[in-house]
């Protein structure tokens, strides 16, 4: 008997444009391997949605129906391997396929781990104030509602984890580096944002109010002391919403001169005018000027992060296109990595080290993208129960340390989603 066999963790990355969400991906993660058994992904319709509570029904519908085709398609595969013994003629072997099948009962889903585009806090969802339209739909009622969606009628509760996804995309990291780096700092360049996440001592850091790690917000453009770096001009020069934006917009925070208004691929096709695929094809000297500036945004940040910190490793996730530009042909996106890569070189807290022995750039297609970041929440939910069960979570564990392990489960889930 394997170790988590029959049991599978459901991971889901909900994808967003500001606050509001768009569509949701979940995948089904075998316990003992973390390996992807299923893969579904749904479209949130704005109008009935309900806000955010909406998508909590959506999860559940997807996970409930990705479980239910994973348990038919284990099923039919038991049923096929009976039918090819039989094929072969072999007795023996049909015989114990058919105890196999006999004895097949559907997956039991252990938890559900679900990434979201926002600072996570003590398990709620931590709302920024933002300038820039999106705040006709909030998260409010979402945790409740999709813990609630999954307890079961005699109370029984399947735990519900939620994560910031570039926390949870370093989650991942340390999960796949097998625990072995101590400390190591993960960015993730989206669309839109730009966003970090850091592990100290093996565990990640969140901060005092879930706010650790947003470096999209951090300023690169402006001298301390001038009008953009500490001015807010209140969304008044906020362009249309959905209409493309340069890097001399504000931030979505208000802000001018911010990570996030240079380093994304949003503002970089803004910046040129042209859409991002396009502007990926240039080779202008406006285009090398503005990718290397994005760039050196970017790094920037990291050396920033890196003269804090100090990780022993930096992997940045970035659109394909600009971590590995074409070789084939010279153009502008190919100054984009060089540039963050001298600014990362460059800083006090790296001095010394070959780029090679600690930054690692790593594409990220958008139809990676979604995958990706639900199996990172799937790790997340067994990282709960891990630093659970190392009592290193704050959670209070029962009194009578004999409770069964499904009063546990129900104490952790209830304590980390009040
Ligand atoms: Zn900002």
Known sequence: ??????????????????????????????????????????????????????VAHAIRELVVGLKAQLDARTRDELQASVDAADADFDPVLRERREQELAAFTPFELFGVGVEVGAPVFDG????IARTGGAT?????????????????ERNAITPVVIENDVNALAVLAIHEEHYAVPDLAVFGVFDEGVGGGLVLDGRLRRG????????????????????????SNGGAHQPAQGSPRTFSDPCECGRDGHVDTRATSSRIAGELGVSFEDALTLNTEKARVTFRSAGFALGRAIAHVSNIVNPTRIIVYLPAGLARPPKDEPTAAAEYCPAASAEVCAA?????RERAQFLTYRPLTKEQTAPLCARAAAVCLLQGFI????RVDGCSFSTNRKADTAVRHDQYAVSKNP
């Open 1 to 54: 008997m394997r170790f988590g066999r029959g049991v599978v963790i459901a991971g889901v990355h909900v994808e967003q444009r500001g606050n509001i969400p768009t569509s949701i991906t979940a995948v089904l993660v075998g316990l003992d391997s973390t390996r992807e058994l299923a893969v579904g992904s749904r479209d949130i319709n704005a109008d009935d949605a309900h806000g955010w509570q909406g």
């Open 124 to 127: 709620r969802i931590a709302s």
């Open 136 to 152: 006709r739909v909030d998260f409010h009622g979402f945790e409740e509602e999709l813990q609630a969606l999954f307890t079961d």
């Open 208 to 231: 005092g109010s879930g706010t650790a790690m947003e470096v999209g917000h951090l300023q690169v453009v402006h001298i301390p002391g001038t009008s953009g770096a500490i001015g």
């Open 348 to 352: 006090f807290g790296n001095a010394g």
């Open 387 to 390: 630093e659970h069960a190392l």
